[in-house]
């Protein structure tokens, strides 16, 4: 399959369950909710050595908030929802509790709950007062700057999706770049799907296992361009770079979603902008029980990914 | 389903136990069967159709002509809707755990005693000790809402422990007395003697009110993010102070007396 002079490879992403939520995170300013979530966001690339993954869905007007100040919505992944339960507190306590104006909402209902003002209310040594509403309970924590704010626990869902992806193959590192770059401004648009790695690309992408024991990922030696011919190359002679867009979503239809917006934009810069292919990451499909079939994916508009193929 | 209307054929000449009237205990039974569902007129027992011409409603609701004689309006509701054109009695929404209940008129006495779900709406004022506990409860209110367009009388939320309360205009002395946790509202002017013995809790006010007991203290003005954050989530807390709330109050904590917690905000 050939779109605009770019080669959509026969593959596919391999992706696997995870345990999700959302939190709506607002502050007086755009720039302190920002902030907060960023902060609550960083160090959470890959499960793998952060423990959870996690970023910024979108920004928020305040006609859309809780409270009605701006905010900015995160999502935040973990393979099971007992770390899911323990990643959450930890970090809404670290980054956003700590976050000057912050407050902190749950930004998904139902499903099994995941704690905020249930554990950190405990911070206000006793002058934690709870206010229940309908069904929601809210937690005022006395700070230093006035009260933090938050819900006592955010839905969460079990369905989620991370590590669907797809790999930019280019003629040269500005290339491969400008089109990750369009790839991931499109793939913001997507409700319920975020891309955890740094600015949604990642340089650096792994397989599985090392030649040094304990060490379960490194470099991905097959798409490393200046590995080629020292090992089987995935790559043409002329591709000089490649990078990779991670997905997680809360769902699959959102992850299929994300990578088709990313591949469509960087299929629309075309080889004209030095894109050669666009290929996927798998570890041969016996692992991750969500293939994201590219070709399928690029043919059916609206269409998600060939599920049930559970190995 | 379609509800009944229950019109009265005279005023009530004795207190009525209007407990056990629901819309779900009288679904299906036709209006013959209504008509002869057994009611407490004082010590008697009577028909319904002695009472009340029974008609088929348009609504789903129960419809009932207002006296205020009749107690016990809605005690017990677990869902469906009471409107009740006309006053009610003592006890209206009693022990009241989900559904609506809406009264065209005053309310008695004890309005939402022991209350721990559903909306009850009270167009004109009601009596004392709304939200209070029911005789031999140690607790109030526990849930729900409650909103009264006028004025309220002594006694309001004594031993409140949980939902929500607005009151449109003013409302007694000893408010919040005893209260233990919950909202109230008021748009009018708060009495005096509020909240002795209140543990947590917050009571909002619009205007400044009489002196509350001994035991509050000023801990000064703030801007409240929860503030912000209720009158979003509570659309009709915002409505009864013009719409919506800037976030600053006055706090006052207390009741210190009793190592209480909670607080009076005076909007700004």
Redesign the interface.
């Known amino acids: 399959m050939i779109l605009n002079g770019v080669e959509i490879r026969e593959s596919f992403a391999e992706a696997f369950p995870m345990a999700g939520t959302r939190l709506i995170i607002?502050a007086d300013t755009p720039r302190w909710a920002r902030t907060a979530a960023a902060s609550m966001t960083g160090f959470a690339t890959s499960v793998i050595g952060c423990g959870c993954e996690a970023a910024i869905e979108r920004e928020l007007a305040p006609s859309e908030t809780?409270?009605?100040?701006p905010g900015v919505s995160v999502l935040i992944f973990a393979m099971s929802l007992k770390d899911l339960k323990k990643v959450v507190p930890l970090r809404v306590g670290q980054c956003v509790l700590t976050s000057p104006?912050s407050?902190c909402y749950a930004g998904l209902e139902g499903g099994p709950a995941i704690p905020l003002g249930r554990a950190l209310r405990y911070f206000a040594d006793g002058?934690q007062?709870?206010?229940?509403?309908?069904d929601?309970r809210?937690w005022?924590v006395p700070v230093m700057e006035?009260?933090f704010?938050c819900d006592e626990i955010s839905g969460s869902v079990t369905s989620a999706v991370g590590g669907g992806n797809f790999l930019i193959l280019a003629r040269s590192r500005a290339a491969a770049l400008a089109a990750a770059e369009a790839a991931v401004d499109a793939m913001g648009q997507v409700e319920g799907a975020v891309m955890p790695f740094p600015g949604g690309v990642v340089r650096s992408g792994s397989k599985v296992g090392s030649k040094y024991a304990g060490l379960i990922a490194s470099t991905n030696d097959a798409y490393c361009p200046t590995l080629r011919g020292v090992v089987p190359s995935a790559l043409p002679p002329e591709v000089g770079s490649v990078m990779e867009i991670v997905i997680d979503g809360l769902g699959e239809k959102e992850v299929a979603d994300s990578m088709r917006a990313g591949i469509a934009a960087v299929c629309e810069l075309g080889a004209d902008a030095g894109v050669v292919a666009i290929d996927a990451g798998n570890y041969g499909g016996n692992l991750g029980p969500f293939h994201f079939k590219l070709r399928e994916l690029m043919t059916s508009a609206g269409g998600t990914a060939s599920s049930g193929d559970l190995a | 389903m379609t509800g009944y209307r229950l019109k009265l054929t005279a005023p009530l000449e004795a207190r009525l136990d209007f407990s056990g009237v629901t819309p779900a205990a009288l679904a299906g039974l036709g209006l013959d069967g209504v008509a002869r569902k057994e009611v407490l007129l004082g010590t008697r027992r009577v028909l319904l159709g002695d009472l009340f011409e029974v008609s088929e409603a348009a609504s789903e609701a129960l419809v009932v002509s207002g006296d205020p004689r009749l107690d016990f309006v809605a005690a017990d509701l677990a869902d469906g809707e009471i409107l009740v054109e006309g006053p009610v009695g003592v006890l209206a929404g009693a022990r009241m755990s989900g559904g609506r209940l809406v009264v065209r008129g005053d309310a008695g006495e004890s309005l939402a005693a022991g209350l721990t779900g559903g909306r009850i709406e009270v167009s004109g004022a009601a009596g004392a000790r709304l939200g209070c506990a029911l005789p031999g409860e140690r607790l109030g209110m526990r849930g729900g809402m409650v909103s009264v367009a006028g004025d309220v009388g002594a006694g309001l939320g004594e031993r409140l422990r949980g939902g929500l309360v607005l009151v449109g205009g003013n409302a007694g002395a000893g408010a919040a007395n005893d209260l233990i946790a919950g909202t109230i509202a008021v748009a009018g002017r708060l009495g005096p003697d509020a909240g002795r013995g209140m543990r947590r809790g917050t009571l909002i006010l619009a205007q400044t009110p009489e002196p509350p007991a001994p035991g509050f203290v000023d801990t000064g003005s703030h801007d409240l993010v929860a503030l912000l954050l209720l009158a979003r989530r509570v659309p009709a807390l915002a409505d009864l102070f013009g719409g919506g709330l800037s976030g600053r109050a006055q706090r006052l904590a207390g009741n210190r007396l009793v190592g209480g917690e909670g607080e009076i905000l005076l909007l700004q």
């Open positions: 607002t809780p409270d009605g100040r104006t407050a002058h007062m709870a206010k229940k509403i309908g929601q809210i005022r006035g009260e704010v």
